[in-house]
């Protein structure tokens, strides 16, 4: 077993936020062993990344605690899970991660420029001892038990840009992450985008931070990075929400059509599985409440 891992030392960027427009900076800084992943805001509150800190998965995993919030932490935290950091804390100067590329790549550079260093205890890790499954109508997502965390992620939309994709992929491999899932983006279409901007969203969208999709194809004219992008995507985002675990997974999670509030749901179902009464003094506030059923026979 490996031993818990942290930043050498102190590493900022800045950019803006996604959906505020706002400038937005982060600095990632060392520390304790057994700490996990928290995040320090202007006014002095402490948000852990973990679940019971998720007060909203709408369009993004938003964080909070009192007054204090920050969001789009996803891809923050998929760069650390990614890389293996497990303590850190992420110094924010506003309510939101800057966006960057949309993509993990510049945190993932970040940690990078840094280094890492080990410390005493050993990780923490909760090993999947039989499934769970999560469904909401179409969406679904399960774990089985497995001698490593490995990843199945199948999406479907129809968009002849996207259509059906798949990706499998271990979740232990930091070479492999950054080369394969990093540097995946944020995507979005059109008309939804324009929706949002009217409701005061996205404002920080644009096409240097998301792939942007009209009716007929790619509106970004570098195109992709991969040619499924948009899968490699959702894993990135699983990685994220799978860190509000504050706990490496040891299981095969496989998932069809996921999206922030499943991830979420799955994390808050394995705490709730391994921790029933600690889960239960957590408040459940995903915005659409899905199922817990019993795992399909296969
Ligand atoms: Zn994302």
Redesign the pocket.
């Known amino acids: 077993m490996r031993r818990q891992r942290t930043l050498a030392e102190p590493v900022s960027c800045s950019g803006v936020g996604l959906h505020s427009g706002g400038p937005a900076a982060l600095t990632l800084r060392p520390a304790r062993p057994d700490t996990g992943i928290v995040f320090e805001c202007p006014d002095g509150a402490v948000l852990p990344a973990r679940a019971a800190s998720v007060v909203s998965t709408r369009l993004?995993t938003t964080l909070g605690v009192g007054a204090a919030r920050v969001g789009?932490v996803?891809?923050v935290l998929?760069a650390l899970w990614g890389l293996g950091v497990d303590n850190a804390r992420i110094v924010v100067d506003g309510p939101e991660v800057p966006a960057m590329d949309?993509?993990a790549a510049a945190f993932v550079y970040l940690v990078r420029v840094a280094g890492l260093v080990e410390q005493s205890p050993a990780v923490r890790v909760m090993r999947v001892r039989k499934p769970i499954a999560v469904t909401d109508g179409a969406r679904r997502i399960r774990v089985d038990p497995a001698p490593e965390l490995r990843v199945t992620y199948r999406i479907d939309f129809a968009h002849p840009s996207i259509g059906r994709q798949a990706f499998e992929c271990t979740g232990d491999d930091p070479v492999r992450f950054e080369r394969e899932l990093a540097g995946a983006?944020?995507f979005g279409f059109l008309r939804e985008v324009q929706a949002l901007r009217g409701v005061g969203r996205a404002r920080g969208g644009s096409m240097s931070n998301t792939l942007v999709l009209d009716d007929s194809g790619i509106v970004n004219s570098g195109g992709l990075r991969y040619p499924d992008e948009f899968v490699r995507?959702?894993v990135?985002?699983l990685f994220?929400d799978l860190s509000l675990l504050g706990a490496r997974l040891q299981g095969h999670v496989v998932v069809e059509r996921g999206g922030?509030s499943l991830h979420v749901a799955l994390v808050r179902a394995l705490l709730e599985m391994s921790h029933p009464l600690r889960a239960a003094d957590a408040p459940a506030r995903a915005e659409v409440p899905p199922r817990l059923s019993p795992p399909p026979a296969s």
Do not use: I, V, Y
Request: charged letters at 25%; hydrophobic letters at 20%; a neutral charge.
């Open positions: 993004a789009t996803e891809h998929a949309g993509s983006r944020t995507h959702k990135l985002d994220g922030h």
